[in-house]
């Protein structure tokens, strides 16, 4: 079985640094992927963990820590078009496994 | 840059009428995966093929749902008879190709299917 967990929204300011958790308890882990989607679009990449460490992408960062089963996105310089759905999902055997995703609402 | 092209984008519906969504990978593939979201469960697999034949479907309701990958250019989500709980965004995605397999889906746009 499986357990991903996010928080459900979040509200940051324009211009402010946001970090996004995401912890699991999985069977089976080939990695981790952060997904993000706006309102009415389908999930788009964003960034894949496998090792433990930090992944940077631009403004975007994504951290892994397996032992802990932890993760978390980073996303600096925030911009109003960052408002979306991020979504948390593990690789298992094969298959992408989603966390129920975390609301994030920029403010100007 | 789609990929992958889906199959009615809107459906609406009457409880007890047939719904068949379709999923075209825009250069076939022989692995497609069916997802459905809704806001009470998010992001769930319903099933998924590999070399067009179904692998796991335990995420889909037997009685009602089946799925089929006729050839790597279509694969099909059926829904008969279709039930007001079966509101939802109906996702067919597919593997990225390279020689890195990480696993990373490329999704299309969805079937919105709302059933009266």
């Known amino acids: 079985g499986q357990n991903i967990d996010q928080p459900t929204e979040m509200t940051a300011t324009e211009g402010a640094i946001v970090q996004i958790n995401c912890t699991y308890q999985?069977?089976?882990?080939?990695?981790l992927f952060w997904y993000q989607q706006h309102a009415g679009e389908a999930p788009t990449f964003l960034s894949y963990n496998v090792l433990d460490g930090l992944e940077e992408k631009g403004r975007f960062s994504s951290f892994l820590s397996r032992s802990k089963g932890y993760s978390y996105l980073l996303l600096k310089e925030l911009q109003m078009k960052d408002s979306a759905s991020y979504l948390c999902a593990i690789n298992q055997g094969g298959k992408l496994i989603f966390g129920q995703g975390t609301e994030l609402s920029v403010k100007p | 840059d789609a990929r992958v092209t889906q199959t009615p984008r809107d459906k609406v519906t009457e409880m007890g009428q047939e719904v068949t969504m379709r999923c075209q990978p825009i250069?076939?593939?022989?692995?497609v995966f069916w997802y459905r979201q809704t806001m009470m469960q998010g992001l769930e697999l319903l099933a998924y093929?590999?070399?067009?034949?179904?692998?796991?479907d335990s995420g889909m309701p037997k009685d009602r749902f089946s799925a089929e990958m006729p050839d790597a250019t279509l694969a099909t989500l059926k829904i008969q008879p279709s039930e007001p709980r079966d509101s939802a965004v109906y996702f067919c995605a597919i593997p990225k190709s390279g020689r890195r397999n990480t696993g990373e889906l490329f999704f299309g746009e969805g079937s919105r299917l709302t059933v009266l």
């Open positions: 250069l076939g593939h022989n692995t």
């Open positions: 999985t069977s089976g882990f080939n990695g």
């Open positions: 093929f590999r070399n067009r034949a179904p692998l796991d």
